[in-house]
């Protein structure tokens, strides 16, 4: 594979992806981007440039798409200030499939200006960290849906941008066990929904980051 872009948040998820594609599929030229879009833990941007130069990116772009935030007002608590992040436990069962936590099609709007970037690069791969939440879960994370955008980006009359989701059908804690063969730096992941200086240790993102590194038999 000659050139590939990871779309890179600095959560746990795609970081690893981002150093799985980088050790194990030897891409020559490997590129990452990330966005800005109104999160309330916009300090996983810093971990993702972390990561990025530690892994050997090319280049990596963070994309300013604050207007996005603006624009879905009032349907995410990732994004919006009057909205709160629940704790964990206080997520109905009925909503765990689609909490407040989830971003109105945020993923394919990513992924589209990332399939945008790739086309124009001439790369034709691009690498999503989507993966099988224990806990809760969206559906633009499962494999279902990376099948169908591939679909439709089948309709490029030239070279057709592919989306890869290698671990779709992983649980966090398969993305820890991976991590830590190829040596990840879990320090420099972000997880918490949040925001703030210190992980909050209880929403939904803390909890099954906290359950994964449990269940690996490994400290955070």
Known sequence: MKKAVVLLSGGMDSVTLLHYVKQKLNVEELYALSFVYGQKHVCELEMARWQASAAGVLVHRVIDISFFGEMIHGSSALTDVDLAVPDLDSVDEEHLDQPITYVPHRNLVMLSLTASYAEALGATDIFYGAQAQDEYGYWDCT??????????????????????????????????????????????????????????????SCVEREKAFSSADSAD
């Open 143 to 204: 494999s279902e849906f990376v099948e169908k955008l591939n679909v439709v980006l089948d309709l490029n009359r030239l070279d057709a941008v592919t989306v890869h989701a290698p671990f779709t059908e992983k649980s966090k804690t398969d993305i820890v066990k991976i991590g830590m063969e190829l040596g990840v730096d879990y320090d420099h992941t972000w997880s918490c929904y949040r925001g703030g200086d210190k992980p909050c240790g209880t929403c939904p």
